[in-house]
């Protein structure tokens, strides 16, 4: 890749900086990251980079991980909101006035880039198309695959309260009340079953 | 805070070096975030830290960064599933062997601490416990509050593959196919309206 491609700010870095921050987080340089990262510099040039300003995410799968990286929004605390609609879109709001921009991945504008799309709408396996090769095109093709729009923000733009809690009589842990009097998981809701070690000195070690 | 305590070894880092990851990841040293580091250390020791661990987590309140900031899992790369259940547990478990471990914070140990024990069960207003009294209280209960268990995961395990997408006739983007033709934004379930701003060369003003 060349040195100028590398040195070009994105988010407040520069590019080497962004794929190690992506590299990093997320374990490896995943193009969706990367087309991610690119869509979140585009919305916060939009928005204005000092507006506070919460995001929606309109997938669960890549890009959450970008407005998490390149923005103050993260899932714990609240102000990154997740649609599980499989689109490759994100909106970045202000949160008192509700305006902003939602930015996407513009199917026709990446038909410039076959590779591009042929990863995008998983015609290809992924073998077909070495990581390096895809990762040049979304760098060459940057912003231009992108398209944005103004908005104001109609829903989901609210902070979740915390719930009220209970204790549940059964397992003593506090769990939230809306659940009734005994917590999901004592009423049969539960992803585990327990595992009794004969020895339990030996941390981790099965029985 | 004494010198020994910054230098004490959570999750292959000192604190010092762990509380400057959850300021800037977090926006701020948030008491459950500095809880969850330690659940998180308890977790990794218990599985083993060179096991290739998923990660469950049964609230979305806080808990979530801890573990995106102090193992590999994170919502994007679809390492961690949220249960938003407002328990404050997780689970890290082998994702071959479906087996790991269960971290909770243990009501009846924290007694120990009235003030955490307040803070967590909401039973005082913010201001009247001051955040660097609080922390104090964190860290100096450690993993003392804390209870585990090993668990063999039955329920969650399951990578998430993504869907079929469709190309939306409406809006030309890609989505999920179960959402059927046309994808949900553009039958209504939408969560923002356009504004057309008269001057769009001025970014981010509003008409």
């Not at 916060?44 to 309109?58: H, K, N, R, S, Y």
């Not at 929004?73 to 909106?91: E, H, Q, R």
């Not at 949160?95 to 410039?112: I, Q, S």
Request: glycine fraction near 6%; hydrophobic fraction near 40%; charged fraction near 25%.
């Amino acid at each position: 890749m060349n040195a100028a491609k590398l040195e070009q700010q994105l988010c407040g870095r520069d590019l080497t900086k962004c794929l190690r921050m992506i590299e990093k987080f997320h374990g490896w340089i995943a193009p969706g990251l990367v087309l991610g990262l690119f869509m979140v510099d585009l919305a916060q040039e939009l928005i204005g980079i000092d507006t506070e300003a919460d995001a929606i995410v309109e997938t669960r799968h890549c890009l959450p991980d970008a407005i998490q990286l390149f923005t103050p929004c993260t899932v714990g605390n609240g102000w990154m909101k997740i649609l599980d609609w499989d689109k490759y879109a994100l909106s970045l709001y202000d949160r008192r006035e509700r305006n902003g921009y939602r930015v996407w991945f513009d199917l026709v504008k990446a038909r410039r880039f076959p590779n591009l799309t042929k990863w995008f709408m998983r015609l290809v396996p992924k073998k077909e198309l070495p990581l390096e090769l895809l990762l040049e095109t979304i760098l060459s093709a940057g912003r231009s695959v992108l398209s944005s729009q103004a908005i104001y923000v109609t829903a989901y733009y609210q902070r979740r309260k915390k719930s009220g809690i209970n204790v549940c009589p059964v397992c003593a842990e506090a769990f939230a009340s809306a659940q009734g009097e005994t917590c999901w998981s004592c009423r049969g809701k539960n992803y585990y079953e327990w595992i009794v070690y004969p020895n339990a000195a030996v941390k981790g070690t099965k029985a």
